[in-house]
């Protein structure tokens, strides 16, 4: 079964996942989604908290996402089935040992080709 | 939960000299002819600033202003701070982060800031609530210092705080405000206005939502947004590259091609390892934690938090690393180390520096120093030459402009202002305009920048047009191009270096931006073809508001805008002669590439077009009759000749 999984160190805190949440139900947007992201010390932790099973109350771009997936720039947030999630995982670390891009940006959020680029310095091909 | 609509602005005005509030709605027929945020700042402050007040005085008037868009998925945080700047033009800046969204939701749209306290005070609004507190245990301490003082002090961790460093608190030249920790607006003096106040924060906090009129459409619209500014599906080049890399790739870029500003432009061109040792990737590399995004921002990581890992300066943080940084802590002072740059950087922030005052004015000291005009006697011991040596002198030079001590105390002037009082030819290598320091980008190469530099209401900022890297406009056909009401010559609009078509084309980027910041969204997000068919843009306020505006009448917003901006200055005694670029752009060719100074020749005729373009007097600059009766703007013609200022037909 398909269900909504975070991986935080991606997510960069623009909360456009809660501000659109909250408008599902009336078209009001404020601060009150089922998904949200906790900021406990000003800006340098980013904590996405979901209460909800990714049954999104209303799909707005794609009638197979959830809503809050649909507009996450970084690609924190997933809603697959734990297999494919686990594989997300290992790509994401693969792609962090090859290239400090991936810091910031999940690797399938990247538009152009990156595997198969020449071996890092240091590292045996 | 409390409702507000999109279109609904709020005025909260706070007198800091007796301690009085209040609260009240702003014409609903503003929001349509200024939208909000920097348009409704510039109708604001030429009603409400009276003419030649004293900027550090009673009657300033500093303004906090969100817009329509602000709290929606689109308005990225962004909003606008505003007043009149100690060097008597416009003073107007926009910030990102998360503190305009929160005011909306506590329902204060705009902040105005009358009187001055006697005391250092904070202000702390939470929803229906406000009030002026305490802050004499915060004057002082700087940023980071007071973002967690008030942080332990106000119990939400949602709050959202601005305030000033120490620069701001001691009237530095070109002090800027902060937010975020790392978001700061405000360069044209702001800080120091916020300063004169003794006003070191602002704290708010909002629990309320924001309903759009037509949900559907707004959802339409914003698909339509979010397309052109995907990662995967934006036509635009920069995209990708911008939103996780950042706009510091340009130095590298810049260095080989004559556009980096290098030891206070002497030169413009850059050994291509020192840029490579300062560049966006070496950044990427070695120091940035997590990515960061202002409120809502399609993009993955414009902004970046940043370690220094190891080292003198281990353990250093702070946040972003924009396109400015590398050229005036790099290039302009020659220094090709990132660990110090970043640390430069990091330390004006904690003291509410502004980075483009200090990189220049520590360039203009250091031409000065290199050409015996300033010695050790004046630099109290500091060898300042270029490519610095003694790193722990310079950054002690820095804390000492935020405190306005010994020779700080004279590049706390700006290097305007400083080299008026030194003298002895050192005004040639002062690279300001209207006494505000430039930006990065070069001028001699970039005729459209050199023109945005000299007119800007605001001094130079390159917030207020393009960059050299606009959208690209053939992404439209030339129909539909002339059916958005731009008609240009795109080939030679286009060249840096052909003075022709230049004036109409700064016209139209001026006035696409002013209608973004208005609205407000982000002038980062203008890729693709945002900023050229602001359809999507019109689209979104539509809905969000409910209003039925014309797509042209929308634009003329952002007209209306510049014409209150010019107007304001026109009143201060700003014209024509004071829209003229740098005197070493004007006066030295480029070395080895030989790109031509901006002599009269080149530079007239594109002031000519552009005045022309905007139906401005061309011998004064001063709006026309015709021009402000065709904005709805009589008012503004009236009021300017009452102060005896001469209105042509």
């Known amino acids: ?125 | 939960m409390r409702t507000r609509a999109a279109a609904e602005q709020t005025i909260l005005r706070v007198n800091l000299s007796n301690g009085t509030m209040r609260r009240e709605p702003l014409p609903a027929e503003w929001t349509r002819q200024y939208l909000g945020a920097r348009g409704m700042h510039s109708r604001l402050l030429f009603n409400e600033i009276p003419p030649h007040a004293d900027p550090l005085g009673e009657e300033n008037i500093l303004y906090f202003g969100a817009g329509p868009l602000d709290g929606l998925p689109v308005g990225n945080g962004r909003m606008s701070v505003a007043c009149k700047s100690p060097r008597g033009t416009v003073a107007e800046g926009s910030f990102g982060g998360f503190f305009g969204p929160e005011m909306r939701r506590a329902g204060v749209d705009y902040i105005a800031l009358h009187g001055k306290a006697d005391r250092p005070v904070y202000l702390y609004i939470c929803d229906e609530h406000a009030e002026l507190r305490d802050a004499s245990h915060l004057w002082g301490l700087t940023t980071d210092q007071t973002d967690d003082a008030l942080r332990r002090e106000l119990p939400d961790a949602d709050v959202q705080l601005r305030y000033i460093g120490p620069a701001g608190e001691n009237g530095v030249h070109a002090s800027v405000i902060l937010g975020n920790r790392n978001n700061s607006g405000g360069r044209a003096g702001c800080g120091e206005v916020m300063g004169s106040k003794k006003l070191k924060a602002i704290a708010v906090r909002g629990t309320g939502g924001i309903g759009v009129a037509d949900y559907p459409a707004f959802v339409q619209a914003y698909q339509t947004y979010r397309q052109r500014l995907d990662l995967a599906t934006s036509r635009d080049a920069w995209t990708p590259v911008w939103s996780t890399y950042g706009a510091p790739v340009l130095a590298r870029l810049f260095a080989e091609q004559g556009n980096l500003m290098t030891r206070n432009a002497q030169q413009m061109h850059w050994e291509s390892d020192k840029a490579v040792r300062i560049s966006a990737e070496a950044y990427l590399d070695r120091y940035v934690t997590k990515a960061k995004a202002c409120f809502s921002c399609p993009w993955p990581a414009c902004q970046k938090l940043h370690t220094i890992p190891d080292g003198e300066y281990a353990g250093w943080q702070g946040g972003n690393y924009w396109a400015g940084q590398p050229v005036v802590f790099g290039s302009l002072l020659d220094i090709d180390d990132l660990d110090f740059v970043l640390a430069l950087s990091i330390l004006c922030n904690r003291y509410g520096l502004d980075i483009f005052h200090v990189g220049f004015t520590l360039a203009w000291a250091m031409e000065c120093y290199e050409k015996g005009i300033l010695t050790r006697a004046d630099t109290d011991g500091l060898e300042l030459t270029f490519g610095c040596r003694d790193r722990q002198g310079l950054l002690e030079l820095v804390r000492k402009i935020a405190l306005r001590q010994g020779f700080g105390a004279l590049l706390a002037l700006g290097c305007s202002r400083a080299a008026r009082q030194v003298g002895k030819g050192s005004e040639r290598f002062c690279l300001a305009v209207k006494d505000q320091e430039l930006e990065a980008i070069a001028q001699r190469s970039f005729y459209m920048v050199a023109l945005g530099v000299a007119v800007s209401e605001v001094g130079p900022d390159h917030t207020r047009w393009y960059p050299p890297y606009p959208c690209n406009p053939n992404l439209l056909p030339p129909e539909e191009l002339a059916a958005l009401g731009i008609h240009l010559d795109l080939k030679k609009a286009f060249e840096g270096r052909n003075p022709e078509e230049k004036g109409k084309l700064l016209r139209w980027f001026s006035i696409s931006r002013a209608v973004v910041e208005s609205l407000p969204g982000c002038v980062f997000l203008v890729r693709d073809t945002l900023g050229l068919d602001m359809r999507p843009w019109w689209q979104m306020f539509r809905a969000a508001t409910g209003m039925e505006v014309d797509y042209f009448e929308f634009l003329k917003a952002g007209e209306r805008v510049i014409n209150l901006e010019r107007a304001f200055n026109v009143r201060e005694g700003f014209r024509r002669a004071d829209d003229h670029p740098p005197y070493r752009m004007a006066n030295e060719d480029v070395p080895v590439f030989g790109f031509r100074r901006l002599s009269p020749d080149i530079f007239d005729p594109m002031l000519d077009e552009y005045y022309d373009a905007m139906g401005w007097s061309l011998t004064t600059s001063i709006p026309r009759a015709q021009t402000l009766q065709a904005l709805g703007l009589a008012d503004v013609a009236a009021a300017l000749q009452a102060c005896g200022v001469e209105v042509e037909a």
């Not at chain 1, 904590?47 to 970084?74: E, Y």
């Open chain 1, 1 to 125: 079964m398909k269900r909504l999984y975070v991986i935080e160190d991606l997510c960069n805190g623009c909360r456009l996942c809660q501000t659109f949440c909250s408008s599902l139900a009336e078209g009001v947007f404020s601060a009150e989604g089922r998904i949200r992201v906790l900021k406990p010390s000003g800006e340098a932790q980013d904590i996405p908290i979901l209460d909800c099973d990714g049954r999104c109350l209303r799909p707005l771009f794609d009638a197979q996402t959830p809503t809050c997936v649909s507009v996450c720039p970084t690609g924190a947030l997933l809603y697959e089935e734990a297999a494919a999630a686990a594989e997300r995982r290992l790509l994401l670390a693969e792609a962090r040992r090859r290239h400090s891009l991936f810091k910031v940006v999940a690797p399938w959020k990247w538009p152009f080709a990156w595997q198969g680029m020449p071996p890092q310095k240091g590292e045996t091909p």
